[in-house]
């Protein structure tokens, strides 16, 4: 074998090897970005809790919303709303996420489970009815044809 063909052959195999190298690389960087999209969506979750701890009131005024949400006034409806809309915005993340391959699927599936019962309370269905326009597309849709597949 010639210089000139022993060259090409290690360029070769070292193109190969970088290449391997590469998607080994990226393999680790995924899952890398995954456990920091759990993390951050479970540091939000614990956010939003630890808001409805630290307030008395929070509580009085969700428990009304969730029983007559049309008896808030306009001042509650927008507190009520500011705590119900991080709910959303938490399962719409986690949707996504899920989605993308960022977010574990038995994990998102027992939020999931936990953020539809949520869906079965007064209070979330009306935000939801006045407020969905404020989520994307997809996150509407996903909620829309559950809350459809409920009324069947």
């Given at each position: 074998m010639t210089i000139s063909k022993m060259a090409d052959v290690i360029g070769s195999v070292g193109l190969i090897l970088s290449l391997i190298l590469l998607s080994f690389q990226i393999y680790q960087n995924?899952?890398?970005?995954?456990?920091?999209?759990?993390?951050?969506?479970?540091?939000?979750s614990f956010e939003v809790r630890a808001s409805m701890l630290e307030d008395d009131e929070l509580i009085t005024l969700k428990y009304k919303a969730d029983q007559n949400y049309s008896s808030l006034t306009k001042e509650e409806k927008f507190k009520y709303g500011v705590y119900i809309s991080r709910i959303f915005d938490i399962w719409e993340q986690a949707l996504l996420a899920e989605r993308a391959g960022l977010f574990d699927a038995e994990t998102f599936s027992g939020w999931n489970a936990s953020y539809s019962n949520m869906l079965s309370l007064h209070g979330p269905q009306s935000y939801w009815k006045e407020n969905q326009m404020d989520f994307s597309e997809a996150f509407r849709a996903y909620i829309n044809s559950y809350l459809s597949s409920r009324l069947e």
């Open positions: 995924t899952a890398v970005l995954k456990n920091q999209t759990n993390i951050s969506l479970l540091e939000f």
